[in-house]
């Protein structure tokens, strides 16, 4: 894990500029767009090309977030969210559909023609030559569609879910903290965290990967939540009675 | 799904790493306004936006850049 460290130029000041370039992007001014662009899209990038391994697939997926940002502006606006946790939660998911979609390309078996491709167990069956290219379908179809409740709902409601700009501003103001503080998680939690976090897979496509039980796998993913959580409230100093 | 179950889902939620079913559960919840837990996803979005950050940066291409704002004076 890299460690970035404190940029003293970030905080309240930076995500006031932001929050300003926002309001102007929602005006149609592309030049406030190419503001955000040029603030953002290093930090973005280096999360896609981890997530989608190329630069030309990143840069793609890039191109969408800012398109989407183009075009959603002025609902953003209106919740006074941090625009950095929308694009960045944002060009997750548009990562994270493109890769599921790689990845259910990748899987689909060769057609041959005729069936001359079916095992004898199948001919035998009587199954119909395509039957496992159904099924198939039918997998392909539950895989893409994984993520696809969440980004419907950040997409539309971004106001019940985006971060206040004050409280993104702190936690960058003290980002090197905060990640010296999640350094210190178990590794086994953290292997976990990062197949969720960076390669996008679900809590039982973990268990598969991992060859463990779906259930220790939900427990040690929602345990490393808890630790960065409390770490969080250590370094923020936002203890509440409510924790 | 009580509030207390509720609690340490949130995260998995934005990642997108829930069943369907249970992020539809959640989505659910958040809509009917559960000032509780509005809060916890909130701050389960910062903990997301604080994990992704924690890769080098790296620019993208010149030409990238030109592309998008093609593609936005084209509009």
């Keep these: ?243 | 799904m009580d509030r207390r179950h509720l609690e340490d889902v949130y995260e998995l939620f934005l990642l997108g790493a829930l069943p369907e079913e249970d992020s539809l559960e959640v989505r659910e919840h958040l809509t009917q306004g559960c000032e509780h837990c509005l809060e916890r996803v909130k701050e389960a979005a910062r903990t997301v936006y604080l994990l992704s950050l924690t890769l080098k940066p790296s620019s993208p291409g010149p030409k990238a850049k030109a592309d998008l704002l093609r593609l936005l004076l084209k509009r």
């Excluded at chain 1, 300003?20 to 001014?29: F, H, K, P």
């Excluded at chain 1, 106001?159 to 990640?179: K, V």
């Excluded at chain 1, 039982?204 to 259930?215: F, K, M, W």
């Design chain 1, 1 to 243: 894990m890299v460690i970035i460290k404190e940029s003293k130029s970030s905080g309240a000041n930076k995500e006031l500029r932001t929050e300003e370039l926002l309001g102007r992007v929602a005006d149609r001014d592309v030049e406030a767009l190419e503001s955000l662009y040029d603030e953002f899209a290093p930090k973005l990038m280096g999360l896609l090309i981890r997530i989608l391994s190329t630069r030309p697939d990143a840069e793609s997926a890039l191109q969408e977030v800012f398109l989407r940002l183009w075009k959603e502006a002025p609902g953003i606006a209106q919740t006074k969210g941090s625009v950095a946790a929308w694009l960045v939660l944002m060009a997750r998911h548009a990562a994270f559909q493109r890769l599921r979609a790689q990845r259910t390309v990748a899987a689909r078996p060769a057609r041959s023609p005729l069936g001359q491709g079916r095992t004898k167990e199948e001919k035998s069956a009587g199954k119909p030559a395509d039957s496992g290219c159904q099924e198939h379908k039918a997998r392909e179809r539950r895989s893409t569609k994984h993520g696809s409740e969440t980004l419907s709902f950040l997409s539309a409601s971004p106001q019940l879910w985006m971060p206040r700009s004050e409280d993104i501003a702190l936690a960058d103001a003290r980002l090197g903290l905060l990640q010296r503080a999640f350094n210190q998680m178990p590794k086994p939690q953290y292997r976990a965290l990062e197949l969720a976090v960076f390669d996008g897979y679900t809590e039982s496509e973990i268990a598969a990967q991992l060859g463990e039980p779906l259930g220790k796998v939900s427990a040690g993913l929602r345990a490393a939540f808890t630790f960065l959580r409390h770490r969080q409230h250590a370094v923020l100093g936002t203890w509440t009675a409510d924790i």
